[in-house]
């Protein structure tokens, strides 16, 4: 059974930063996908980007150029880097990983940006 638990979540003013951390049991990190996703209130999930099994990344558009993607595979852990936050970057952050048989989250991570 794959169990995927973020964390790294907070509060955080305008212009700072966040590492964000899925944490993987059940699967191993360097041979899969890992996708990310957040949902802000009042709106659907929205997919941020993901990271292949080589290390290779993908970015939706309106995060790119803030948010680096990274495997830690001695931890088993997926990080997002999330830097210069805004505050329409509040949400809860989410990891992802879908095989054939299921599609696996995490209970998600809250991240605020205010000042």
């Known amino acids: 059974q794959v169990h995927l638990v973020e964390s790294g979540g907070g509060l955080v003013q305008p212009g700072g930063s966040l590492k964000l951390s899925c944490s993987a049991s059940g699967t191993t990190v360097a041979f899969i996908t890992m996708n990310w996703y957040r949902q802000a209130p009042g709106k659907q999930r929205e997919l941020l980007g993901l990271?292949?099994?080589?290390?290779?990344?993908r970015y939706e558009d309106s995060v790119r150029s803030r948010t680096n993607n990274s495997k830690d595979n001695s931890k088993n852990t997926v990080n997002l880097q999330k830097n210069s936050l805004k505050p329409v970057d509040t949400a809860v952050y989410y990891c992802?990983?879908?095989?054939?048989?299921?599609?696996?989250w995490g209970q998600g991570t809250q991240v605020t940006v205010s000042s």
């Open positions: 990271i292949l099994s080589g290390g290779s990344t």
């Open positions: 992802n990983y879908r095989n054939h048989r299921k599609d696996y």
